[in-house]
């Protein structure tokens, strides 16, 4: 039983998709698509852009989501997914994935997402911070006694936690941190304080538009961030990606979930393929996983 998950923001690289593009047909129909749905060329930036370039928060998300969604497509009847979950942003390919939005949709709701996380950035300085060798439980008690806003906020595998929230807020959670024994409490250098209350306007904003986009019946489960379960329900789902913006990402509960459940082999589907396989050793390093 195959799952395959999607990689979120911080997955992109230069050069991203041009291979796909010259060697598919398939593919240089969809980025061509995409460029029309965006307004601009966003296939000339993941092609022959730098690294600043591909920081922009107009390209970054939806690159991110076309490298993902494009290679998917391009494995055929190959792709048959039994389950599939994606990190953060990767959650819309996911969804893309399994049929339960297009492939316009999702585009159209990864770029309305960007637009309103940037904005909810820019209304108050904000950022986060990677919380390594400490358990969990730790992480959140320091968060809750810090008189600021801070929060845990991506649960990457055991050992691994971001904290998110006020610039005072991380700062002072790391530094507490630091103290009692974190291998290592780093600033993040990100746009703002993605998945903490910080980003309560921008999930207003994305609600109005998920609320607005058509939804179907999804070709297999997904397990998504906010709670880490699988669900096949529409209206669920739609719930849950309004409530991640706000909420952890669930990775480790979700990676153990999917083991539990008899997944025998967890697909990594975009980006350099590496970083989800690796979060999954993490979690159990005899797991078979893969890059498609």
Known sequence: MKAYV?????????????DMYENS???????????????????????????????????????????SVIKAAMAGAEFQPAAVA???????????????????????????????????CEMQESTMAAVLGLDDALVEQVCRE???VVVPANYNCPGQLVISGTVPGVEK?????????ASKAIILQVGGAFHSPLMQPAKEEL?????????????????????ANPTSDPAQIRK???DQLTAPVRWTQTMLHMIGDGVTEIIEVGGTGKVLRGFV????????????
């Not at 061509?32 to 107009?58: H, P």
């Not at 609600?207 to 709670?227: H, K, L, R």
Request: charge should be negative; charged fraction near 20%.
């Open 6 to 18: 999607f990689p979120g923001q911080g997955a992109q690289f230069e050069g991203m998709g041009k």
């Open 25 to 67: 047909s398939l593919a240089r129909d969809l980025f061509e698509q995409a460029n029309e749905i965006l307004g601009f060329r966003i296939s000339d930036v993941m092609f022959e852009g730098n690294a600043e370039d591909l920081k922009q928060t107009r390209v970054t998300q939806p690159a991110v989501f076309l490298h």
């Open 86 to 120: 994606g990190h953060s942003l990767g959650e819309f390919s996911a969804l893309v994935a399994n049929k339960t939005l297009t492939f316009e949709n999702g585009l159209r709701l990864v770029y309305q997402r960007a637009m309103a996380m940037q904005k909810a």
């Open 146 to 148: 810090i008189d600021d």
């Open 173 to 181: 959670a790391v530094s507490r941190l630091q103290d009692l024994g």
């Open 207 to 227: 609600e109005a538009a998920i609320a607005a986009a058509t939804f179907g019946d999804p070709s297999c489960p997904i397990y998504q961030n906010v709670d």
């Open 240 to 242: 849950n990606l309004i």
């Open 281 to 292: 050793a993490r979690v159990d390093r005899r797991f078979p996983t893969s890059a498609l």
